[in-house]
């Protein structure tokens, strides 16, 4: 009996003790935890990632965990392009544009529509028309079919996307030639009428630099003259380490907000590999040679270093101006599937983004949220 009483007082105490570790560790993982990005900057504004199809669908598990824990807000990269969701003039396909305005709903994830016009990624129907007349037809009905089914279902849309050229003016385009000089205002009246109880933005790369940002004032002036409802500008935030020009994009933000719109920032992303232009224009590309892709066994801690400080210092001043912006989006939930490994050379290994390969937070990471403490 003393045998067998001494024994199970020593399974009783090796259960306490197993217990008490437990909890240990249950209490260090919860002091550990990571932060959310949504939370530290949930008073601020909306904090969002671009999604792509196999997440979208659920079949990157690292995204699925990810993706609900960090973030608010959601675009998709490239499903509700015209190409995807529109491939023939009488065919629509809405499967992967619904799963996503379901997954938003299941996951208190707002969603970001993008883009109902935009000249590049069109269907080769549309750019195969010759006439004016079926390019209208196709624009109406393309805005009035996506807007109308989504409204409601997303937050916002992209309405029109990269309009204008580096100079301020209107781009050359299929809608420029064959619809006019008018062919923007006619989309936002086009989506308003489809989508009332949708925000409705303009969207563009380079805007904060001060000629085509005096251009994006000009054309949404026109749409405001018009008698037409437009929402927010979206300034893309594609920068280069050690180039980010904060002047510009402050001055940006408060002449946006004058008009009377939302600011957001909506495809961010910054650079690490050497370029010899700037912009986002996808038909822009560069030979490829070693010099370009100087990190494909890792980053440097110097390179994540600079990285971390121009994160730090963007977001400190998105916080600066936090009551005129709605929302900071990444293009991109990690640095593997940011569309910079591919372009402007394809096959580089690039790390733009505040979560590496492998979902973990990088010290850019760590140097955002740490912004909320100082506070």
């Known amino acids: 009996m003393k045998y067998r009483s001494s024994k199970t007082m020593l399974f009783t105490l090796a259960c306490v003790m197993l217990s008490a570790c437990g909890s240990a560790q249950n209490n260090t993982a919860k002091k550990t935890a990571l932060p959310a990005l949504k939370d530290v900057f949930n008073n601020d504004f909306l904090i969002g990632t671009a999604l792509n199809a196999r997440q979208i669908e659920g079949k990157d598990p690292g995204a699925a965990a990810l993706v609900p824990q960090q973030f608010n807000a959601a675009t998709p990269e490239n499903i509700m392009k015209a190409e995807v969701i529109h491939p023939a003039w009488d065919q629509y396909n809405f499967e992967l544009a619904d799963k996503l305005v379901a997954y938003g709903k299941k996951n208190n994830i707002q969603i970001n529509a993008h883009t109902l016009i ?21 624009f109406t009905n393309h805005i009035k079919t996506l807007a109308g089914r989504y409204d409601g279902k997303v937050l916002s849309w992209d309405v029109v996307n990269e309009a204008l050229n580096e100079d301020g003016t209107m781009r050359k385009s299929i809608f420029l030639d064959k619809l006019g000089n008018n062919f923007v205002v006619e989309a936002f009246r086009l989506a308003a009428e489809a989508a009332p109880h949708t925000e409705l933005y303009y969207n563009d790369y380079n805007i904060e630099q001060p000629k085509k940002r005096a251009g994006t004032v000009t054309l949404v002036k026109k749409i405001q003259a018009a008698g037409v409802r437009i929402d927010g500008i979206g300034i893309q935030g594609h920068w280069h380490l050690g180039k980010i020009p904060f002047n510009d994009i402050e001055a940006s933000i408060n002449e946006f907000a004058a008009l009377g719109v939302k600011v957001m920032f909506t495809e961010l992303d910054i650079e690490v590999l050497p370029r010899d232009f700037s912009g986002a224009d996808v038909n822009q590309r560069m030979e490829n040679n070693a010099t370009l892709n100087p990190y494909v066994k890792g980053l440097p801690d110097s390179v994540q270093q600079q990285l971390a400080d121009d994160y730090g210092k963007l977001f400190a001043l998105f916080l600066k101006y936090k009551d005129k912006i709605g929302r900071v989006t990444f293009w991109g939930v990690n640095d593997g599937q940011s569309w910079l490994n591919g372009w402007p050379v394809r096959g580089r290994t690039n790390y733009p983004l505040l979560f590496d390969r492998a979902f973990q937070p990088k010290p850019a990471f760590f140097r955002v949220v740490g912004l909320k403490k100082d506070q």
């Open 118 to 138: 935009w000249h590049s990624q069109l269907p080769g129907f549309v750019r195969s028309m010759k006439d004016a007349d079926s390019v209208k037809q196709y």
